[in-house]
């Protein structure tokens, strides 16, 4: 075997192993904390504490409190800020998506069944499709819009709607059903780096000069967060899209993404409810419901 080709393997081999294990620490951070801000007691009557709450883990006890306050200094220089997740799970994602994808475009990118193109013109719109789709949903987070749950939620799903069709009817099924996932991705890694973190980092200044830091920055950077929160249950589902090819390569395929994407969102809500101690368990099993419907749809109108 060429030594290059053998030390592509292995380079795949642990970027994919990376990229599995850095989402898995990602996503399980998003679910624990923002499981932790819907669980905590809020009712707390202290200039310090705005909430409270008890776990248990391996046997101990620990006592959690979110602060009003900034904490001591020495204990701001320990601070665990939880970015690399984030970070490495995108950084591996976009390297396999060049070592992989862009560099056999010819062959796993473009469906000349689908759209005869260049692999050079695949590449270009891939990344394209990335940039833009970032540019518009940054924007819309920044617009008016964001004030208003559901017409921005609609906004969003009409977005997921036009990208899935329009990039089904340009690159092969797999791999726009990657294109999708690589999208949202990014728009999650983009929430981190551009938003959460950077605000984060300016309330940790505010604290080290000893300033009563803007409240604003944590609520937008909360804002993002629970965005990512909802988005993660779809990105799962596309990273796993590769073995389910009765879907990728249905006639309405890009229309089963979008169902999905609904039906995820539905049941990440239900949980992020409970978390809350509202239960409505109608949404989870409409979500269940919901899925057994397409699941039959696809049988009876198969291509």
């Not at 990014?186 to 009563?212: A, D, L, R």
């Not at 950077?221 to 589902?237: C, D, E, G």
């Amino acid at each position: 075997m060429d030594i290059l080709a053998y030390t592509f393997k292995w380079l795949e081999l642990l970027l994919r192993w990376g990229h599995v294990l850095f989402a898995i620490l990602w996503v399980g951070n998003s679910f624990l904390f923002n499981y932790l801000d819907n669980k905590l007691n809020k009712n707390i009557t202290s200039n310090d504490v705005d909430a409270e709450g008890y776990l248990m883990h391996s046997g101990y006890y620990y006592k959690l409190s979110r602060l009003k306050k900034s904490p001591p200094i020495d204990y701001i220089n320990r601070l665990v800020i939880f970015k690399w997740q984030s970070y490495l799970t995108f950084i591996t994602g976009i390297l396999l998506l060049i070592i992989i994808y862009y560099k056999n475009s010819g062959i796993l990118m473009v469906d000349k069944r689908v759209l005869e193109i260049s692999p050079l013109n695949a590449i270009l719109i891939s990344a394209a499709s990335i940039i833009i789709s970032w540019i518009v949903y940054d924007f819309l987070c920044k617009s008016k819009l964001i004030n208003n749950n559901v017409i921005f939620s609609l906004s969003i799903f009409i977005l997921l709607v036009i990208i899935s069709f329009v990039l089904t009817k340009i690159f092969g099924s797999k791999f726009a059903f990657l294109s999708v996932g690589l999208i949202i991705g990014t728009n999650m890694f983009g929430n981190v780096f551009t938003v959460i973190i950077p605000n984060q980092m300016n309330i940790i200044n505010s604290s080290k000069k000893n300033e009563k830091f803007d409240t604003s920055l944590s609520l937008a950077a909360k804002q993002r967060s629970i965005h990512n929160n909802y988005s993660t249950f779809l990105v799962l589902f596309i990273m796993l899209s590769g073995h389910y090819s009765f879907i990728i390569y249905h006639k309405y395929n890009w229309l089963i993404l979008c169902l999905v994407g609904i039906i995820s969102v539905a049941a990440r809500h239900y949980f992020n409810l409970r978390g809350r101690n509202i239960h409505r368990l109608y949404i989870l099993i409409s979500s269940i419901f919901a899925l057994i419907v397409l699941a039959v749809l696809l049988l009876i109108f198969k291509n």
